[in-house]
């Protein structure tokens, strides 16, 4: 029932506060979920630091699922806004599942810079995912046939109309054609498949042989 109240709390704010708030989730998205991850990716690999450079390559591959997201929701596509709350948990479950990876961060001195910046933007990476998560539930009702026509469903595709708004010179200037919505959500629903493909693959034959050892997920 919790989780059922918080959707409804969520739910009865003020729009100007509710815009605020998925603003927010967006703009600290970008730095828990994109930024940090990047500097720390160099940061592993110059150092050669080899449990954290597969720990963020992980990272990245699940992570990709939250592009897939934004390019479905550019075309304000239903399913867009489902995956949006799957991604964002399996982003968290992604950094922590891992057994072997686990126990060679533990073993890493916790006053070296970078064990220590990769520890803390963990955490932070997953309150905030969880948080995030917890909120993006409340747009779940936008999957209904006209929920689209809802204003804080107009709110959650705002971000990815803003992102789409600034690759279309790009797109035009590198291939010489038009990057509409209609073909974001092509790109993101080719995208869903290949993604949807190596995680069947990775549950039904890689797990059960290799159980919580990263390998070579």
């Known amino acids: 029932m919790a989780p059922y109240r918080t959707n409804r709390v969520l739910a009865a704010l003020p729009e100007p506060l509710y815009r605020s708030l998925v603003w927010l989730d967006v703009r600290v998205a970008m730095l828990f979920s994109i930024g940090l991850p990047l500097v720390l990716l160099i940061w592993a690999g110059l150092r050669r630091e080899g449990a954290l450079v597969r720990l963020l390559g992980i990272y990245w591959k699940v992570a990709s699922l939250l592009l897939l997201v934004t390019l479905l929701l550019t075309d304000r596509r239903p399913l867009g806004f489902l995956l949006a709350v799957l991604a964002q948990l399996l982003v968290v479950a992604s950094v922590w ?28 990476l997953t309150v905030w995912g969880l948080l995030g998560a917890a909120l993006s539930t409340t747009a779940l009702g936008c999957m209904a046939s006209a929920g689209l026509d809802r204003p804080a469903c107009s709110i959650w595709i705002q971000p990815p109309l803003g992102l789409h708004q600034q690759l279309v010179g790009v797109f035009a200037f590198v291939f010489g054609g038009s990057w509409t919505p209609g073909v974001a959500a092509f790109i993101g629903y080719v ?27």
């Open 191 to 217: 995208g869903l498949v290949a993604y949807g493909v190596g995680l069947l693959q990775w549950l039904l034959v890689r797990l059960p042989k290799q159980g919580r050892v990263a390998g070579e997920f």
């Open 97 to 124: 599942f891992w057994v072997d990876l686990n126990e060679e961060l533990a073993d890493m001195p916790p006053w070296r810079a970078l064990p220590l910046t990769l520890r803390v933007w963990r955490w932070s």
